[in-house]
Nanobody
Framework: QVQLAEPGGGLVQAGGSLRFSCAASGSMFRMNNMGWYRQGLGKQRELVARISNGGITNYADSVKGRFTISRANAGNTVYLYLQINSLKPEDTAIYYC???????????WGQGTQVTVSS
């Protein structure tokens, strides 16, 4: 089960920073990769950051150098974090986390957290 533990989104000015997290419970999350997705208004959901079970990270080109994904395992719970710096208006979206088998999400989607960046 994926639960967004801290809805740390909100309204932020361009150039600002945000950090938010989610908690995913279950051995499947512990054993697999994790990812942060986002979905802008009228757009498809896209994977923006991925972290393997071993800590290897991948980022979409649009967020490289500004987004940092990290994870911490505690028992069968994975705490997933996303640090966003130098926010841009185009980062405005609902952000979701999920577990990944390879590059594919496997859990039901949570509610996500809304991030709005004003120019």
């Amino acid at each position: 089960q994926v639960q967004l533990a801290e809805p740390g989104g909100g309204l932020v000015q361009a150039g600002g920073s945000l950090r938010f997290s989610c908690a995913a419970s279950g051995s499947m999350f512990r054993m697999n990769n994790m990812g942060w997705y986002r979905q802008g208004l009228g757009k498809q959901r896209e994977l923006v950051a991925r972290i393997s079970n071993g800590g290897i990270t991948n980022y979409a080109d649009s967020v490289k150098g500004r987004f940092t994904i990290s994870r911490a395992n505690a028992g069968n719970t994975v705490y997933l974090y996303l640090q966003i710096n130098s926010l841009k208006p185009e980062d405005t979206a609902i952000y979701y986390c999920n577990g990944l088998v390879g590059w594919d999400p496997f859990a039901s989607w949570g509610q996500g957290t809304q991030v709005t960046v004003s120019s």
